[in-house]
């Protein structure tokens, strides 16, 4: 699946009073490129839907904490 | 009329005593972007536009009571057992100097829901543009969300529920086609 993060590089000035982040980043989910749902897409079993929250690969949008997972 | 069923749409978990997360997700309980404004919007919404999209959001409202009902749970969770030091410290004094342990619509900053949050334009297409929109901040809101934690199970019912906006964000880009093209019509690209 290609990737739904889209990376870019903010402003930098020289006076900035904090330390610069490298990049910024930002999600597009797989919704933007479809606007009407075919008919007979694959399906995810059920359990697995339920767990991911759509029966459809297709719409499916993984997202990870940015503070990660303990 | 509606059926409840005594359970919630997804279960939720919440392995981390962390009572300022309780903060935070009340900006999904009864904030602008909220769970409760969703629901109310799209409740509202529904009569007055075209029959062929009225199910649409029905449904959708309906499932965003089911998630309301979810983020209380996490809310509740999360601060039932808390002490009045431990919710001072995360920023709910002013919550139980008004109502000790009781959940409140309201947002993160503690300002209470106000109808102004939604909208009824009345125009089919303005309203579900309105629509999609919300249900793209609401996205965000969760990623944002999922940012301010690291329990991994509040992560998952987090992610459960972003997931759901964006199909719903889809079931609005699929209504305001059906309303574009009257001959029924579905293009796909």
């Known amino acids: 699946m290609e990737s739904q993060e889209r990376v870019y590089t903010p402003y930098r000035g ?57 | 009329m509606w059926i409840y069923e005594k359970k919630l749409q997804y279960p939720v978990r919440v392995s981390k005593c962390d009572v300022r997360m309780a903060r935070y997700l009340m900006e999904q309980y009864g904030g602008a972007d909220g769970e409760l404004a969703a629901a109310l919007r799209y409740m509202n919404q529904r009569y007055a536009i075209p ?6 959001l029905t449904d959708i409202s309906t499932e965003e009571f089911s998630h ?12 039932k057992d808390a ?24 947002n993160s900053a503690g300002v209470p829901f106000t109808a102004t949050y939604i909208q009824a334009k009345g125009d089919p297409l303005a309203d579900l543009y309105e629509d999609i929109a919300a249900e793209e901040k609401a996205r965000a809101t969760y990623q944002w969300l999922i940012d301010m934690t690291d329990d991994v199970d509040l992560q998952d019912g987090l992610k459960f529920l972003r997931e759901r906006e964006i199909v719903h964000a889809l079931r609005f880009k699929e209504s305001v086609q059906i309303l574009i093209d009257e001959r029924g019509k579905k293009k796909v690209f």
Not at chain 2, 68 to 79: D, F, H, R, V
């Open chain 1, 14 to 70: 020289p006076f900035d009073p904090c330390p610069p982040v490298p990049f910024k980043t930002y999600v597009v989910p797989p919704n933007q490129f479809i606007s009407f749902q075919p008919p007979d897409l694959p399906q995810f079993s059920l359990p697995e839907a339920l767990r991911l929250g759509t029966l459809w690969p297709a719409l499916f949008s993984p997202y990870e904490s940015k503070q990660g997972g303990r």
């Open chain 2, 83 to 106: 002490s009045v030091q431990e919710l001072e410290a995360a920023g709910l004094g002013p919550n139980y100097a008004q109502r000790d342990h009781a959940l409140f619509y309201q």
């Open chain 2, 68 to 79: 309301l009902e979810m983020i209380a749970t996490m809310i509740y969770k999360l601060t």
């Open chain 2, 51 to 56: 029959d062929k999209v009225i199910g649409v």
